[in-house]
């Protein structure tokens, strides 16, 4: 009898043409178009009756009401309970608003109710098609992106190019072949930015991991049998592809790169050790900085009221005038914030940790720096371990605490797009500590 048992299944979440895109500022509509499919990709795996199930989705994030509602139908559906679940969004930037950032699109709720329900979906149809199975797992070199944070010669943390920042160069691979050795499914991890096409492009992409997916499958199908490729993001909240703002044929590129490095790793895996599926959870309450000052506050949103009154007046475009008021409502609740800091403490964050055999999972909730991943992986004990970002929501930013005196975009300006104030230095220590105590226990 097998010992492990798995199935994949792949369904197309491309919205309709019009709807909101999201994860650049300042676009004059919503998409025009569609240059690629987006898909939410399932792979479910059992052992000794137990099953898991990892999802790839190809947007930006998910919100956090969405993540409960596929739950929910996960469970109801197919019996695998929310510890069990991870779902991992790619972070495309050239994706339909599926979270609500301030200014950055507005998430379309009959798109987001069909949405829920295909990924749900795939989960169920990957659960129906659970058949024996080898699993593997392996690891290659690979560099398509950068580090961002750029400081220039007068202090100023700038998003540029930081050749000597930390990066991960590499990309792995957790396969599942059916007993004959054709291979089923292929979830690959690598942590880079899917910004290849900038904020001017208003097409529906997958960015480079969907180009990467094709060339997966390219490489590995063998005589008409394609396995589901899958991508899972990495932490990469600190890593740009290369290039920003680039074209298809960039994308294409670094697809490909990106696609022949995981057929290598796909081709030198070593067998997963049967050691049983394991999974925890464990929700960190991270501190907030303290709002500014009353005045302070009172001064910035009647600022932000006087630039929104200006740009009316001048007859803006709806793209200016959207991002001004987006920051005139962010100064608004600063305020309410400044006013009753007590109602604003702390950020609820999920760790997640899966164990398929001696190959772990970890699923962060945010856009996560890069060396919170080398930093999980050292400290684990488990023989590959993969870290995970922008996994079952996304709470903004999650920068390392030597980050904090630089400031930069990470630091002093995202989080005015996904909420109201900053999480704190402190939270660094915090996220290390319960990743490897969850790590720990699951060994």
């Not at 991870?86 to 608003?97: F, I, K, M, V």
């Not at 990957?126 to 290659?140: E, H, K, M, N």
């Not at 925890?280 to 709002?291: A, D, I, K, S, T």
Request: contains cysteine; charged residues 20%; negative net charge.
């Amino acid at each position: 009898m097998a010992y492990w048992y798995a199935g994949a299944s792949e369904v197309v979440i491309t919205p309709p043409v019009g709807v909101d895109m999201t994860g650049f500022a300042g676009r004059p509509s919503g998409a025009v178009g569609i240059h690629d499919d987006l898909y939410a990709r399932a792979l479910v795996v059992e052992a000794e009756g137990v099953r898991a199930a990892l999802v790839a989705t190809d947007v930006l994030s998910l919100e956090f009401s969405l993540v409960a509602k596929i739950r929910s139908l996960v469970e109801e559906q197919c019996a695998i309970p929310a510890e069990r679940l991870l779902l991992n969004s790619s972070h495309t930037h050239s994706g339909p608003a599926a979270i609500t950032l301030r200014g950055l699109g507005t998430a379309d709720g009959a798109y987001l109710d069909v949405l829920a329900r295909a990924v749900a979906g795939a989960v169920k149809m990957a659960t129906d098609r659970l058949a024996p199975a080898r699993l593997s797992f392996g690891a290659a070199p690979i560099r398509i992106g950068i580090n961002r944070r750029e400081k220039r010669p007068d202090g100023a943390m700038v998003l540029g190019r930081s050749p000597s920042g930390p990066y991960d160069a590499s990309v792995c691979v957790l396969r599942a072949d059916h007993e004959s050795g054709d291979p089923m499914a292929l979830l690959f991890s690598h942590a880079t930015h899917p910004v290849t096409m900038g904020g001017a492009n208003l097409l529906f992409s997958a960015d480079y991991p969907g180009a990467a997916v094709e060339a997966l499958c390219r490489l590995t199908g063998r005589e008409g049998k394609t396995p589901v490729a899958m991508f899972a993001q990495g932490c990469c909240g600190d890593i740009n592809s290369e290039p920003v703002g680039g074209t298809f044929e960039d994308v294409r590129r670094l697809g490909t790169l990106l696609g022949s490095a995981a057929a290598i790793a796909s081709e030198t895996a070593v067998p997963v050790q049967p050691a049983g599926i394991r999974s925890g959870v464990e929700m960190l309450q991270l501190p907030f900085l303290p709002p500014p000052p009353e005045s302070e506050a009172v001064t910035a949103y009647e600022a932000a009221r006087a630039r929104l009154a200006q740009l009316e007046a001048q007859d803006a475009s709806p793209a200016h005038q959207r991002m001004q008021q987006a920051m005139a409502d962010w100064a608004e609740d600063a305020l309410r914030a400044a006013r009753s800091p007590g109602d604003y403490t702390h950020q609820p964050f999920e760790i997640q940790a899966l164990a398929i055999g001696d190959t772990a999972f970890v699923a962060l909730p945010g856009e996560v720096f890069i060396a919170y991943a080398l930093n999980i992986r050292k400290q684990s004990p488990f023989t590959q371990t993969v870290v995970l970002a922008y996994s079952n929501g996304c709470i903004g930013y999650v920068p390392t605490a030597d980050a904090y005196p630089d400031g930069g975009y990470e630091v002093s300006q995202a989080y005015q797009y996904y909420g109201t104030l900053m999480i704190a230095p402190e939270s660094e220590g915090m996220i290390l500590d319960a990743a490897a105590g969850l790590l720990k226990r699951l060994d």
